[in-house]
Nanobody, 125 residues
Framework: QVQLVESGGGSVQAGGSLRLSCAAS????????MGWFRQTPGKEREGVAAIYRDDGRTYITDSVKGRFTISQDNAKDTVYLQMDTLKPEDTAMYYCAAHYSQTIPPMTLSRWRYWGQGTQVTVSS
């Protein structure tokens, strides 16, 4: 079992920055992936970024590439999502996810086993 707790959400004006944190606990292994997803009302949850715990390989979806960065501090069992140059369309509930895997799995809901409760990000124009 893995427990995930997100923090760092809030309200910011367009062009601003936020850093989300995801603190993980439980059975954590090097062969697992950590990811960030986001969801707005009426839309499917979409994958934003992921990182492989063992070697730090990352994935960033095209719509946020160059603006968002995912990183990890394995000593703190924490994954971060640094979000810069935020846009109103980045407004969403952001969820942390985890999955035991040998590589970063596809960014689809069914491929990720563990989920946090989410943290709201609101970007105003």
């Amino acid at each position: 079992q893995v427990q995930l707790v997100e923090s760092g959400g809030g309200s910011v004006q367009a062009g601003g920055s936020l850093r989300l944190s995801c603190a993980a606990s439980g059975n954590l292994y090097s062969s697992m992936s950590m990811g960030w997803f986001r969801q707005t009302p009426g839309k499917e949850r979409e994958g934003v970024a992921a990182i492989y715990r063992d070697d730090g390989r990352t994935y960033i979806t095209d719509s946020v590439k160059g603006r968002f960065t995912i990183s990890q501090d394995n000593a703190k069992d924490t994954v971060y999502l640094q979000m810069d140059t935020l846009k109103p369309e980045d407004t969403a509930m952001y969820y942390c996810a985890a999955h035991y895997s040998q590589t970063i799995p596809p960014m689809t809901l069914s491929r990720w086993r563990y989920w946090g409760q989410g943290t709201q990000v609101t970007v105003s124009s």
